[in-house]
């Protein structure tokens, strides 16, 4: 996954500037030329831009990461019948709130005669609109930007889960693995070998993650970033095939989860379908932008399409046993192994790209106090704390479950959710918007407000409970020994 746009300058000293970098930024660098305010072929076409082709791999490439692992799992909690029908209401919805993005974008970027907007800028903009909102519009892009920065860092978290589960799976299963790949539901093997605790091998991947985010720019990593996104395609693949031929007929699952699982259903859905931070830069560096909708539609299509798939298939193969991502339940052979291996690769590498987004908001405001000489190390200091107190947060939360559906419903559900049906009332509040249209507003918010509520308590009370039962076994084993 990706996040939102643009960066420029930064002069005016706020905690938050306007404009946000995306990783579309660092791997696609728009074309030499005129500042942004002056480069209107990113709205009207007319020099080199993305193609409609090369626009729906990004949308894609900025959908599909271990939200779609995890979904399987929120499956299980919604239901075999609920789950699939409530990923296609929210597909549809999360589609719906892209949409609005993108129509405010273009109302406001005319009002405004600006050729482009970024996600906090269509925000400040709207807020303007609004006489009695004018005075506080700047904290409108600030608030946008606060929510992007705990879902980037949320998703590094969640990266640092998911690389230390896999890798401790691999590594304690290393004297068991076969060439044979049977079906084992419960990925169990006869020998285990006994390995230190997950939030070690966190400890252990900290310092590769810090040199990585070293890296001077991010365009050096379009070779490995290249190879991630065909060595997880690659997986996913394997992933499905060995799925479908493992359903075991007949399935007997409940066609409803339990109510007060469907909230950790609802954290984790909103979680994968998170992608609205990627869709206004998308846009803007289009070369014919007018088609963007078309991408929009056929690339959300796929993406949703993927996640009802292999989230049901998912449930269906592994049922009451399915772990926080697919990939801990594959069979303890060199097959599946590598694909764990080989999806921890593309992490490892997408987790520079996630990290840009945060580092480029905060760390430039820090260094505009700095004197020239001391910038440089102030900058890899400031970068090696951002990684270290994402190490600390995981360490702290070491369920992967459970953090997708936190970061989910903390924050994914106001950028996802929340913010674009307010943005349609405050972008056409002078231009009479109808009254159905403020009412579809005003229910999706709301849903969203309510998912977000909800889905933080019970991820919340699930991350405690979970602590006092390690704890309870922990003492009991302390104990008998």
């Known amino acids: 996954m990706m996040a939102s746009s643009d960066v420029d300058g930064r002069a005016d000293g706020s905690l938050f500037s306007d404009q946000n970098p995306s990783e579309l930024d660092a791997l696609c660098p728009s074309p030499p030329g005129p500042s942004r305010p002056q480069r209107n072929y990113e709205r009207i076409g007319g020099r080199t831009g993305t193609s409609f082709c090369q626009t729906l791999i990004h949308l894609l490439k900025g959908n599909i990461g271990t939200g779609l692992l995890g979904l399987p799992l929120a499956v299980k909690n919604a239901g075999l019948v609920l789950?699939?029908?409530?990923?296609?209401?929210?597909?549809?919805?999360?589609?719906?709130?892209?949409?609005?993005?993108?129509?405010?974008?273009?109302?406001?970027?005319?009002?405004?005669?600006?050729?482009?907007?970024?996600?906090?800028?269509?925000?400040?903009?709207?807020?303007?609109?609004?006489?009695?909102?004018?005075?506080?519009?700047?904290?409108?892009?600030?608030?946008?930007?606060?929510?992007?920065?705990?879902?980037?860092?949320?998703?590094?978290?969640?990266?640092?889960?998911?690389?230390?589960d896999n890798v401790k799976q691999v590594v304690e299963a290393a004297n068991a693995t076969t060439f044979s790949c049977q079906v084992n539901h419960t990925n169990q093997t006869d020998v285990?070998?006994?390995?230190?605790?997950?939030?070690?091998?966190?400890?252990?991947?900290?310092?590769?993650?810090?040199?990585?985010?070293?890296?001077?720019?991010?365009?050096?990593?379009?070779?490995?970033?290249?190879?991630?996104?065909?060595?997880?395609?690659?997986?996913?693949?394997?992933?499905?095939?060995?799925?479908?031929?493992n359903i075991k007929f007949p399935i007997d699952l409940p066609k409803v989860g339990r109510a007060k699982d469907y909230p950790l259903f609802f954290g984790t859905a909103i979680f994968a379908f998170e992608g609205i931070g990627v869709v206004l830069p998308l846009e803007n560096k289009m070369q014919r932008p007018q088609k963007f909708t078309q991408v929009l539609y056929l690339g959300m299509g796929i993406v949703t399409f993927l996640y009802i798939s292999l989230g049901t298939i998912g449930y269906m193969c592994f049922g009451e046993h399915i772990g926080g991502s697919i990939t801990l339940n594959l069979p303890n052979c060199w097959t599946y192994q590598a694909v764990k291996l080989l999806y921890c690769f593309g992490i490892f590498i997408t987790f520079a790209l996630q990290f840009y987004v945060p580092a480029e908001i905060l760390i430039p405001q820090v260094l505009a106090r700095v004197s020239e000489r001391w910038q440089k190390p102030v900058d890899l200091l400031l970068r090696t704390l951002l990684v270290i107190i994402t190490c600390a947060l995981a360490i702290l939360i070491p369920e992967l479950d459970l953090v997708i559906s936190l970061v989910g419903s903390v924050s994914s559900s106001f950028l996802a959710l929340i913010f674009p049906p307010i943005l349609e009332i405050l972008a056409f509040h002078t231009e009479g918007l109808s009254p159905l249209a403020t009412i579809k507003n005003l229910i999706i918010s709301v849903v969203g407000l309510v998912g977000f509520l909800l889905g933080t308590y019970i991820a919340v009370i699930e991350i405690i409970a979970r602590n006092n039962v390690k704890h309870e076994e922990t003492f009991h084993t302390y104990m008998v020994q």
């Open 192 to 245: 285990l070998v006994p390995s230190f605790d997950s939030r070690i091998y966190m400890l252990f991947f900290l310092p590769f993650f810090i040199l990585l985010v070293f890296t001077p720019n991010l365009k050096f990593l379009a070779p490995f970033s290249l190879l991630a996104n065909v060595v997880m395609t690659l997986s996913l693949v394997l992933i499905y095939v060995y799925s479908l031929m």
């Open 83 to 164: 789950g699939p029908i409530s990923l296609l209401v929210m597909g549809i919805i999360a589609v719906h709130c892209m949409k609005l993005l993108v129509k405010c974008s273009h109302h406001l970027s005319a009002k405004m005669n600006q050729p482009s907007m970024t996600y906090g800028e269509v925000m400040q903009y709207g807020m303007e609109n609004v006489s009695w909102l004018r005075r506080h519009s700047r904290w409108g892009s600030r608030t946008v930007n606060l929510f992007l920065i705990i879902t980037q860092i949320g998703f590094c978290c969640v990266y640092f889960v998911f690389l230390s």
